[in-house]
Every structure is written in structure tokens, then in C-alpha cells.
């Protein structure tokens, strides 16, 4: 992790120099958590069992601004001891984006991030996405990350890379283009899935018709390589139409809709075609002491099963200042992988369906005490598993000087 971390630094700041302009004080710091508390089924295993746990959990960040841009590196390494049954685990996480204007017209993103999960799907609710800055246009709903369902309740350890490129041209005081390329990279371990690289493109337009409303044409144009097999390589082609709108000061929302072509190789030299529905939506309302926001989608992702599947998403973000010493967070996450008959000889519908509640007290300015339920849960056809119902309690320490 070492290495990868360093390079997700050089990413970073690969852009252009910091020094040439005047920076603020970049804010430095890391937060501390311990705790503890007690899962039914916290892997979703088909045999789970109850288990106490005990937890670290460190969470460090930079963030530097200047006059031309922002940066942000965050991660996230977290230890947790069993009682029984499942030992001990260390799952860790590192992010890294930019984004700088180089000029009056355009702007260069870049972002970096590695991880590796005992279980890609519990942690897709403790491990909340940390995104890039927001673009022009509306306030939009957070990026979701896609849920790989097909890999909840599988022993084995996951390791995912990816890193982005993305640059935006302004044409006038109302149009603009951008561009950009992904490449993602997903490892199982013990043989419990496919192991497979991707690189998705995508070219865009955008114009705004009012102050509030700003319609998009964007293509997305993608490939994907299961290692040591051809069967499962895939190509998807994704075009969309959508519109973004402020109905609010505080209210915006965003939808798009179009199709995805996939051609699958289903080995034998034989190939199989699929058009389908792909489209997303989101809505965000944003207060000085309150966010809600609810986003949904459909499109076509790889999966370990060893083929492209028709993956739905859909998630609700909640976040309250209920008082000056009182937090209250609220995520909620649903996905299903539908390996719908691409040819390939696996057919597959597994849904993911998970809330997390967090409830948290400043004891003081640095420390904080905070309490979280949570409920998930796996519905297979191929095999049945009980939900996981967990409570945790813990105590953060904050070091490191904010703004």
C-alpha cells in the first residue's frame, strides 16, 4: 500500500506546480476512533454467527488550496478483532483528487484511489465515498459507487484500483465540452470471483437554456479484460441525454437517460448483443443545518461473476446539525447485479439491501462520542443468508488544525 499511496500523491499534484501561486494554509489532521460493539453476520456469510468486536480506526487528510484549485488526499485504515469466529481483519483505503483551472476556459481533474476490503459490501456503508469537487451547474446528489452484489458472503479479500483523468473546455458563457478516461482494476483473492481491468472514456456536452437549467449530451464508450480468459470480455457503449435544474436556492435535481449497447465475448468465437435501459436521478435538498439527498441509477458493469451486468443502484444521504454539540447521519443503500442472459453460462440476480444511523455528541471541541446501528442484508437465488443487525459505540479524537 506504500507505493500505491505515494503515486496516488504524485497523481495528485501532477497538474501544475502549487508554488506559483499563493496558497491558504492547508488543513492537515486525523481523526482517531475506538470502539466496539456486537454483529449478528457482519461478512453476510450463509453460516454467519453473532460476534463482539473491537475496533481502531484512523482516518487522516490533507487539504490544499490556492488561488487556481483544490486538493484533497484522504484514506482510512481501520483494525477490528473478533471474539469468535471471523479473527481478526485490517481493511484500508486511500483517496487522492484535483482539480485545477488552468486558464479562463479550462480545468483539469485528476483522481487516484486503492483499496482492500474484506468485504466490499459492508464497507460500501462504512466507508463513505469521499468524490471529487463539485463541477459547474446545480448542487448534484454524491457519486455512488456501483455495488459488485455478486461478492457479498465470499471469503475472500478484495483489492480495487482506480485512477482518472478529466478535463473541461468552456466554449462560451453558456456551452461547454468535456472529456475524460477512467481505469479501474478489481482483484479477489482465493478464486471467489474473476479478476478484471476496465478503462471507460467519455466525451460531453453541455449548454445552459436559463440561469437554472442546463441540459447535457454526454457518450460513454468502455472495455473491459477478465485476466487469463477471454470469455467475458466485453465492449459497452453508453449514450445519454439529461438535464440538470435548480428549482431552489436550496433544491436542485439532475436526471439522465439513454441506452447501453453491450457486446459480449461468450467464448467459441461466438459473441452476444444487449440493448437495454441506462439512465440516472438524483435530487438534493441543501440546508445550513440539513442535507437530503436521494439518487437512483441503471447501467451496464462488470462483475466477478465474469461478465457484464445490468446493475440498478439507489441510495438516500441524510445529514443534521441538530444542535451545536449534536450530529445525526443517516445512509441507506440498495443494489442488484442481474447477470440477465448475455450468453454467458452463469445466471445470476443477487440484491443488497443496507442502512447505517449515526448519532454523535462532542464532548468537547476535539473529542466526540457517537453511536450507530446498523441493518444489511443479501438476497440470493442461489443460496439463503441471514441480515446482519449491528450496534457499535465509539469515542473519536480529532488532531490537526481546521479553518
Same mark, same amino acid.
Given at each position: 500500500?506504500?507505493?500505491i499511496?505515494?503515486?496516488?500523491v504524485?497523481? /495528485?499534484y501532477a497538474?501544475?506546480?502549487p508554488? /506559483?501561486?499563493?496558497?491558504?494554509?492547508?488543513?492537515?489532521?486525523?481523526?482517531?476512533s475506538?470502539?466496539g460493539?456486537?454483529?449478528?453476520?457482519?461478512?453476510?456469510?450463509?453460516?454467519?454467527?453473532?460476534?463482539?468486536?473491537?475496533n481502531?480506526?484512523i482516518?487522516?487528510?490533507?487539504?490544499?488550496e490556492?488561488?487556481?484549485?483544490?486538493?484533497?488526499i484522504?484514506?482510512?485504515?481501520?483494525f477490528t478483532?473478533?471474539?469468535?469466529?471471523?479473527?481478526n481483519?485490517?481493511?484500508a483505503?486511500?483517496?487522492?483528487?484535483?482539480?485545477?483551472?488552468?486558464?479562463?476556459?479550462?480545468?483539469?481533474?485528476?483522481s487516484?484511489?486503492a483499496?482492500?476490503?474484506?468485504?466490499?459490501?459492508q464497507?460500501?456503508?462504512?466507508?463513505e465515498?469521499?468524490?471529487?469537487?463539485?463541477?459547474?451547474?446545480?448542487?448534484?446528489?454524491?457519486?455512488?459507487?456501483?455495488?459488485?452484489?455478486?461478492?457479498?458472503?465470499?471469503?475472500?479479500r478484495?483489492?480495487?484500483?482506480?485512477?482518472?483523468?478529466?478535463?473541461?473546455?468552456?466554449?462560451?458563457e453558456?456551452?461547454?465540452?468535456?472529456?475524460?478516461?477512467?481505469?479501474?482494476?478489481t482483484?479477489i483473492d482465493?478464486?471467489?470471483?474473476?479478476d478484471y481491468?476496465?478503462?471507460s472514456?467519455?466525451?460531453?456536452?453541455?449548454?445552459?437554456?436559463?440561469?437554472?437549467?442546463?441540459?447535457t449530451f454526454?457518450?460513454?464508450?468502455g472495455?473491459?479484460?477478465y485476466?487469463?480468459?477471454?470469455?467475458g470480455?466485453?465492449?459497452?457503449?453508453?449514450?445519454?441525454?439529461?438535464?440538470?435544474?435548480q428549482?431552489?436556492?436550496?433544491?436542485s435535481?439532475?436526471a439522465?437517460?439513454?441506452?447501453?449497447?453491450?457486446?459480449t465475448?461468450v467464448?467459441g468465437?461466438?459473441?452476444s448483443?444487449?440493448?437495454?435501459?441506462?439512465?440516472?436521478?438524483?435530487?438534493?435538498d441543501r440546508?445550513?443545518?440539513? *442535507?437530503?439527498?436521494?439518487?437512483?441509477?441503471?447501467?451496464?458493469?462488470p462483475?466477478?461473476?465474469?461478465?457484464?451486468?445490468?446493475?440498478? *443502484?439507489?441510495?438516500?444521504?441524510?445529514?443534521?446539525q441538530?444542535?451545536?454539540?449534536?450530529r445525526l447521519s443517516?445512509?441507506?443503500?440498495?443494489?442488484?447485479?442481474?447477470?440477465?442472459?448475455?450468453?454467458?453460462?452463469?445466471?445470476?440476480? *443477487?440484491?443488497?439491501i443496507?442502512?447505517s444511523?449515526?448519532?454523535?455528541?462532542?464532548l468537547?471541541?476535539?473529542?466526540?462520542? *457517537?453511536?450507530?446501528?446498523g441493518?444489511s442484508?443479501?438476497?440470493?437465488d442461489?443460496?439463503?443468508?441471514?441480515?446482519?443487525?449491528?450496534?457499535?459505540?465509539?469515542?473519536t479524537m480529532?488532531?490537526?488544525?481546521?479553518?
Amino acid at each position: 500500500m506504500r507505493k500505491i499511496a505515494s503515486s496516488i500523491v504524485l497523481a /495528485a499534484y501532477a497538474c501544475c506546480s502549487p508554488m /506559483a501561486y499563493a496558497q491558504y494554509e492547508p488543513q492537515i489532521g486525523v481523526d482517531v476512533s475506538v470502539g466496539g460493539g456486537v454483529s449478528t453476520n457482519p461478512f453476510l456469510y450463509a453460516d454467519g454467527k453473532t460476534a463482539v468486536s473491537a475496533n481502531v480506526d484512523i482516518a487522516p487528510y490533507v487539504v490544499v488550496e490556492d488561488e487556481l484549485g483544490e486538493t484533497r488526499i484522504n484514506g482510512n485504515l481501520r483494525f477490528t478483532q473478533y471474539s469468535k469466529f471471523y479473527g481478526n481483519d485490517v481493511s484500508a483505503r486511500i483517496e487522492a483528487a484535483t482539480e485545477r483551472r488552468l486558464d479562463e476556459r479550462n480545468t483539469v481533474r485528476v483522481s487516484a484511489s486503492a483499496q482492500r476490503l474484506r468485504s466490499a459490501i459492508q464497507d460500501g456503508l462504512i466507508f463513505e465515498s469521499g468524490g471529487g469537487s463539485q463541477g459547474p451547474g446545480p448542487l448534484l446528489p454524491p457519486t455512488v459507487p456501483i455495488i459488485d452484489t455478486t461478492l457479498a458472503g465470499t471469503r475472500a479479500r478484495i483489492t480495487s484500483l482506480s485512477t482518472s483523468f478529466g478535463l473541461s473546455h468552456v466554449l462560451n458563457e453558456r456551452s461547454s465540452l468535456d472529456a475524460g478516461i477512467e481505469l479501474n482494476g478489481t482483484y479477489i483473492d482465493e478464486g471467489a470471483g474473476f479478476d478484471y481491468r476496465s478503462v471507460s472514456s467519455h466525451a460531453g456536452y453541455r449548454r445552459q437554456l436559463t440561469q437554472r437549467t442546463t441540459v447535457t449530451f454526454d457518450t460513454q464508450l468502455g472495455f473491459v479484460d477478465y485476466l487469463s480468459r477471454r470469455t467475458g470480455d466485453s465492449m459497452i457503449v453508453s449514450p445519454r441525454v439529461g438535464i440538470q435544474q435548480q428549482l431552489t436556492n436550496r433544491l436542485s435535481v439532475v436526471a439522465d437517460a439513454g441506452i447501453s449497447y453491450v457486446r459480449t465475448d461468450v467464448g467459441g468465437g461466438d459473441r452476444s448483443n444487449l440493448v437495454s435501459f441506462a439512465g440516472s436521478v438524483g435530487l438534493c435538498d441543501r440546508g445550513p443545518n440539513r *442535507t437530503l439527498c436521494l439518487s437512483g441509477g441503471r447501467s451496464a458493469q462488470p462483475t466477478a461473476l465474469g461478465g457484464v451486468s445490468t446493475v440498478t *443502484t439507489a441510495s438516500l444521504n441524510y445529514n443534521a446539525q441538530l444542535s451545536r454539540i449534536d450530529r445525526l447521519s443517516v445512509s441507506a443503500r440498495y443494489g442488484r447485479t442481474n447477470q440477465d442472459g448475455a450468453g454467458l453460462p452463469v445466471v445470476r440476480v *443477487t440484491d443488497f439491501i443496507g442502512v447505517s444511523a449515526t448519532y454523535a455528541r462532542d464532548l468537547n471541541d476535539r473529542l466526540a462520542f *457517537t453511536v450507530t446501528p446498523g441493518y444489511s442484508k443479501i438476497f440470493d437465488d442461489t443460496q439463503r443468508r441471514s441480515a446482519n443487525y449491528s450496534l457499535m459505540v465509539g469515542l473519536t479524537m480529532k488532531f490537526g488544525k481546521r479553518r
